[in-house]
């Protein structure tokens, strides 16, 4: 199969395309031929070495985290997904080696879901690490409800694009922060108030929040909090050492909660996203469309930044 391969860390030209053989499984596994998978900052991040203390001195075989495609295979033990069946999901690519930057990947059913009949392949693809990732903060970590009052910084990327929809799928009042370019693709998604950071600081607003998720890792606790309700919680993806070791303190002593989201596999989170998508509340946001060969322009446009939404490799037809 082809597949883009890193063999050592560095900047994109570490990226190849080659054939390597196709993945065996074992009976507790799904093979699944790769429509489409989708591009997160994660995979440069690891790529680039950044992530070395977790990934170790060799960088994993093949990138990739989230993806979409159709059953190949089900080890006898798989009852739920059998050959054929339209699938999505996420990998813990900091763990595995094998990822979805292929034409076929090896899964586990905590990995995977249907995928909603509703969308594309590419679609599909864009969802299960922005999705779960904001799902996870907003829902499992801050316990988001009908009536809470969201703050979203970053609300037109990947992470943000998806928090928007999903608190307004969970009846939050949301309020986005973006850049002036933006402010259209945010009202789009269905934020109440848009906030455009070239104009404003949200850290003035005299209103507070009972959630702040920082998707850009930009509005920092030790300032946000001052926005923040006596018992709300402050959510970020910015997960470092640093800030795992303050998220523990910082908690012990306040009623103002810091809190890192890392996202996992879950296969009954990627469930919720299937159902959401399919409700019409929840739509993948892509802003461009490649092919294998042009993994390492990908990689650079993701790098860069600027644009709303996700990046989507195009990979099986």
């Known amino acids: 199969m082809k597949a883009i391969t890193t063999k ?4 994109v030209d570490v990226l190849q395309l080659e054939n390597v053989a196709t993945p065996t499984i074992n009976e507790d596994e799904i ?5 489409a998978a989708s591009i997160n900052p994660l995979d440069w991040r690891i790529r680039t070495g950044e992530m070395k203390v977790m990934t170790g001195k060799t960088p994993p075989r093949i990138l990739g985290s989230d993806y979409a495609g159709v059953v190949s295979e089900a080890g006898k033990n ?4 059998k050959k054929g069946d339209e699938v999505f999901g996420l990998i813990d690519i900091v763990k595995v080696k094998e990822g979805a930057y292929a034409e076929f990947i090896k899964v586990t059913e905590n990995d995977i879901s249907k995928k909603p009949t509703n969308t594309s392949f590419e679609e599909a693809a864009s969802l299960p690490m922005v999705a779960v990732t904001s799902y996870t903060a907003l829902a499992t970590i801050a316990n988001a ?11 037109a990327g990947g992470v943000g ?12 009042k949301t309020t986005g922060v973006c850049s002036t370019k933006d402010i259209e693709f945010a009202k789009n998604l269905g934020a109440d108030v848009v906030i455009d950071y070239k104009n404003e600081n949200v850290l003035n607003r ?5 959630i702040i998720f920082d998707t850009v890792g930009n509005l920092v606790f030790s300032q946000s909090k001052n926005i923040l309700k006596s018992k709300g919680v402050y959510v970020t993806t910015a997960v470092t050492i640093s800030a795992m070791l303050f998220s523990s303190l910082a908690n012990l002593f306040r009623s103002k909660k810091f809190k890192l989201v890392m996202t996992k596999p879950d296969a009954s989170i990627l469930t919720i996203i299937k159902q959401m998508a399919e409700k019409g509340e929840l739509k993948g946001q892509i802003s461009k469309t490649f092919i294998l060969d042009q993994i390492k322009e990908t990689h650079q446009m993701s ?6 939404g996700k990046l989507v490799l195009k990979i099986n037809e």
């Open 8 to 11: 050592e860390y560095g900047d």
């Open 31 to 35: 093979l699944v031929e790769v429509k």
């Open 78 to 81: 798989i009852t739920n997904y």
């Open 145 to 155: 409800k009908k009536g809470s009052n969201v703050l979203i910084n970053g609300c």
């Open 161 to 172: 694009s998806a928090a928007v929809q999903i608190a307004k799928s969970l009846g939050c």
């Open 206 to 210: 005299v209103e507070a929040y009972d």
């Open 303 to 308: 790098e860069k930044g600027g644009f709303n």
